[in-house]
């Protein structure tokens, strides 16, 4: 089946220590989502990719990174990790051009940062 | 952007008909209102949108107001599978050519057996 896949499910990075989770996607779409949701909170959007076109969110901090080298692929990299950091991470894609597309999401990547 | 609000919680009697609201009031005329739920530690799942007109899947109905400052997702028989947190969302037009999902801050339901 077509899917969004986000590796690892969970991750355990210490504090200030670069860390990079990844998504990838068979459904050939081409605009890329990254969320970060907290605890009890809704997901707050970071960036996203429009093909290769970054657009960053004007509140996410620039400890937070991203690169998508093709269709199916989009890394979050995050610079130096602090323990305000640790949050489920969810990416997510659709097909935008038409009026009736939706967002698929992955399963998330649950950050720990000790 | 436009901005939705939600109840924080409701509870529902399984098998009887779960009414979530939703306020969007400064929503424009070209936005959708998406709805999504979220099981617990899993991604995001699309249950439902729609623009002005009340539609319906195998899953919800959608009922937008005619002024669309607001809409009701309906779950017609809710079961215990159906606890969640559901979001109410509006896409927003962002140039030159995308679009951003503008989450609400969720209504946990919880349905009760």
């Known amino acids: 089946d077509a899917m969004v896949i986000q590796n690892p499910r969970y991750q355990v990075t210490q504090f200030g220590k670069p860390v990079t989770l990844s998504c990838s996607q068979t459904?050939?779409?081409?605009?890329m989502y990254w969320y970060q949701q907290k605890s009890s909170q809704a997901p707050k959007l970071l960036f996203h990719y429009y093909d290769k076109d970054f657009n960053n969110e004007a509140d996410t901090p620039d400890n937070f990174q991203s690169r998508r080298p093709n269709t199916s692929f989009c890394f979050l990299d995050i610079r130096s990790p602090g323990l305000g950091d640790a949050a489920m991470y969810l990416c997510?894609?659709?097909?935008?051009?038409?009026?009736?597309?939706?967002?698929?999401f992955g399963p998330g990547t649950r950050l720990t940062v000790l | 952007d436009a901005k939705t609000t939600q109840p924080p919680s409701m509870d529902c009697a399984e098998g009887r008909a779960a009414n979530l609201p939703c306020n969007h009031s400064t929503i424009s005329g070209n936005e959708y209102v998406y709805w999504y739920r979220q099981i617990h530690s899993q991604g995001p799942q699309y249950i439902i949108h729609g623009l002005k007109n009340n539609e319906t899947n195998e899953m919800a109905s959608l009922i937008i107001t005619e002024d669309r400052k607001s809409s009701t997702l309906i779950l017609p028989h809710a079961t215990l599978r159906d606890t969640a947190v559901y979001y109410c969302i509006v896409r927003v037009f962002y140039p030159p050519g995308t679009y951003k999902y503008i989450f609400g801050t969720g209504t946990r339901l919880k349905v009760l057996a």
């Open positions: 459904l050939n779409h081409n605009v």
């Open positions: 997510a894609t659709s097909r935008e051009g038409e009026s009736t597309d939706t967002q698929y």
